[in-house]
């Protein structure tokens, strides 16, 4: 099957940390860049972060920068969001999508959507 999984999410205090995973199975993982997306309540879908197929270039929503770190492990057929110093303008649900560069992932029209999950972040 083609599918990618989100994980990690949560609830968090200001200040905190969460790791969120994006795990893949039916495609092989290092022919795609993948990109973090995030979605509020009655608020536009936001790119996050984007990671390319080799792993070298990565770029981020001028929101997250210095914040947020995005990741690729191959091997494990999974790309890693470690995000720090949250606040709860960083509260949606997160989902991570797939697609032959990152560049394409700016406006995307791929198939290959995760269900999201949800981030938190509330005293």
């Known amino acids: 099957q083609l599918q990618l999984v989100e994980s990690g999410g949560g609830l968090v205090q200001p200040g905190g940390s969460l790791r969120l995973s994006c795990a893949a199975s039916g495609f092989t993982l290092n022919s795609y860049a993948i990109a973090w997306f995030r979605q509020a309540p009655g608020k536009e879908r936001e790119g996050v972060a984007c990671i390319s197929y080799s792993g070298i270039s990565t770029n981020y929503a001028d929101s997250v920068k210095g914040r947020f770190t995005i990741s690729r492990d191959n091997a494990k057929k999974t790309v890693y969001l470690q995000m720090n110093s949250l606040d709860p303008g960083d509260t949606a649900v997160y989902y991570c999508?797939?697609?032959?560069?990152?560049?394409?992932?700016?406006?995307?029209?791929?198939?290959?959507w995760g269900q999201g999950t949800q981030v938190t972040v509330s005293s």
């Open positions: 999508a797939a697609d032959s560069s990152c560049r394409r992932l700016r406006t995307p029209t791929t198939d290959y």
